[in-house]
């Protein structure tokens, strides 16, 4: 169920209506200090919005240790900002932010990648019929000078390159569910081992049957889980062995790319992958998805210091926690 975004103006139209949610969400009845885990806290009387725990005799907020740490944006802009991007299924860029907001770029760029963070749900564990495929993006090559930038190698929305496998765009896989959720992880080497890496930490073996096609690093997944194999060479279905649901999922993330971003650069892919996951895995939610996004934002750490990643290695390690 979407955001109504007027209707959460009128309700979080300020900082303290904004607060009294975020506490509500994290600690519900029991404030607990994020720096020692006691519950034996007060609040700080001089200061507004702040705790005082008893047993570290540290003060804090309800921010600490999340993606709303150290932010200097009103809460209420942050709410909507979060609202617009649970409603934008296919993505939303930052400077349409800039505009609807009145904030500068870095400042928008900066809070939709940490609404990003709060988007990640690393516990995901996938089971049943699921499908397994890898896809490749990327797109025109830049100018020679540009290319020593090995961060900024493709622009991942024109496909004038290669296709396919053998290309030196950026490889993904990915594994669904059907009707259920997806899970994404760039791989730049689509190796046996790595694949199987994958699968063995996003699924669970007991009571599922993978679908893959013939490419030949799914050869040792059998090894693991039960395995299906559809030959494209010859048809593209057969009975319920079939990739048709995650070449849909691939389809839906290169077409949210190509129109509403144009272009992103590689070393940020794994953000905006994890933004459409989460759209795509709550496509059906019939609950409040606003607070559903809250409760798990809240258990994300703050994990960008800077609006810029220091590089793309850093930018996975928070995406993959690895």
Wanted: aromatic share 10%; net charge positive.
């Amino acid at each position: 169920m979407g955001v109504n975004i007027l209707t959460l103006s009128k309700e979080y139209n300020t900082q303290a209506k904004c607060l009294k949610l975020l506490e509500q969400i994290r600690w519900g009845k029991v404030v607990i200090c994020p720096y020692c885990s006691s519950n034996e806290t007060s609040r700080v009387k001089r200061v507004k919005n702040r705790h005082s725990c008893k047993t570290c005799k540290r003060s804090f907020s309800c921010f600490v240790g999340t993606i709303f740490e150290g932010t200097r944006l009103p809460l209420p802009q942050w709410f909507m900002i979060i609202g617009s991007m649970l409603n934008a299924k296919s993505g939303m860029a930052a400077k349409e932010l800039e505009r609807n907001y009145g904030q500068t770029y870095k400042t928008v760029y900066y809070a939709a990648m940490r609404v990003r963070v709060g988007m990640l749900m690393p516990e995901t564990q996938l089971h049943g019929l699921l499908e397994m495929d890898e896809s490749y993006f990327g797109g025109k090559k830049k100018r020679k000078n540009m290319l020593d930038k090995q961060d900024n190698r493709a622009s991942l929305a024109r496909v004038d390159l290669k296709r396919g496998r053998g290309t030196s765009k950026v490889s993904v896989a990915g594994i669904v569910e059907r009707q259920g959720n997806v899970q994404t992880k760039v791989i730049e080497k689509l190796s046996k081992r790595n694949l199987l890496a994958m699968l063995k930490s996003k699924v669970k073996k007991d009571d599922s049957i993978l679908f893959t096609d013939g490419f030949k690093s799914y050869a040792k997944v059998n090894e693991y889980i039960e395995h299906l194999v559809i030959n494209h060479s010859k048809q593209f279905s057969k009975g319920i062995t079939h990739v048709n649901t995650i070449e849909g999922v691939w389809s839906y993330i290169k077409n949210g790319i190509k129109g509403s971003y144009k272009s992103i650069s590689p070393k940020y892919l794994p953000f905006y992958l994890v933004q459409f996951e989460w759209a795509y895995n709550h496509r059906n939610y019939k609950g409040d998805e606003f607070k559903a996004y809250l409760k798990n934002a809240l258990s994300q750490e703050k994990e960008l210091s800077y609006w810029k990643a220091p590089s793309k290695e850093a930018v996975k390690e928070i995406t993959y926690q690895s």
